[in-house]
């Protein structure tokens, strides 16, 4: 049998080729590797809210609470009073991102309304957390709600020095305005309107965040409408407690004070319930 003839200069070409092929793919791996420890850790998402689900609203507010806000409730038939505390649930498409209840009572001088709303919320942004997105939510209510601007003290201008050692009070102060003559006339400062500790403002403790609103508005011919709302943020939960009181006939309008502080008490209430 004929042997194939033994060519060595194509045995070591093919071996040539072989390792240059080799070389070019571990230059190939090592410019990807060089790309990825450049581009450096991914940012890690924001933290979710501190709240996952919400409480049943309706069972959230006491038989007694529910007496002192709606007294009209107590002059109505056993099933109709019943009625009037067991409220009415809306109706919300995610019992976890929305829930609320209504109650109402009604008495031959006024008529009481309470409305419960609690909302989660939820960021959708993954840099931006739930509180943070929370808390834009709370700005929009309170900017909606009209609240007078906090004031803000104006500060002295700093007294001018003429050139010195500086930190060595070289300097020479400059002189001071010369005073009015005794005797002299001034100027009133105008005052605003007496405040009464009544008007809508932002609340401290309670919640992380709070304001309350109020408005008195015409309820008909006769009546007068009054409007209490306490909003209050804890993390990612935004509670609305709106109780409302409408007159009719010749009697007084609704008492800002005691719609005020029913109002704040039962918020308080439903942030301890928060706290649990």
């Known amino acids: 049998m004929q042997r194939q003839a033994y060519v060595p200069g194509l045995t070591a070409l093919a071996a040539a080729l072989a390792l240059g092929l080799t070389g070019c793919s571990s230059g190939a791996g090592a410019g990807v590797d060089a790309v990825d420890s450049k581009a450096g850790p991914a940012s890690d998402p924001a933290p979710p809210g501190r709240y ?49 209840c209504n ?54 201008p700093p007294a001018t020095q003429t050139p010195g050692t500086p930190g060595t009070g070289t300097g020479t102060t400059a002189p001071a305005s010369p005073a009015a003559p005794t005797g002299s006339a001034t100027t009133p400062i105008p005052t605003g309107p007496a405040t009464t500790g009544l008007e809508p403002r932002v609340l401290d403790g309670l919640g992380q965040v709070a304001f309350l609103d109020d408005v008195l508005s015409s309820g008909g011919p006769d009546g007068r409408h009054r409007t209490v709302s306490v909003v209050f943020r804890t993390s990612n939960v935004i509670v609305t407690v709106e109780y409302v009181e409408q007159t009719s006939g010749s009697a007084e309008p609704p008492d800002s004070r005691e719609l005020q502080e029913k109002a704040r008490n039962l918020a308080r209430l439903l942030a301890e319930r928060l706290e649990e």
């Open 52 to 100: 996952r689900t919400l409480f049943e609203p309706c069972g959230s507010v006491p038989q007694a609470t529910l007496k002192g806000l709606l007294p009209g409730a107590a002059q109505l038939p056993d099933e109709e009073r019943e009625q009037a505390y067991r409220g009415t649930a809306v109706v919300t498409y995610d019992t976890d991102r929305r829930v609320g």
């Open 103 to 156: 109650w109402k009572a009604d008495t031959a001088d006024a008529s009481h309304r309470l409305r419960l709303d609690i909302e989660r919320v939820v960021s959708y942004d993954p840099a931006v957390s739930d509180d943070d997105r929370a808390q834009e939510v709370f700005s929009g209510k309170q900017v909606a709600a009209d609240l007078p601007a906090p004031q803000q003290t104006p500060q002295s």
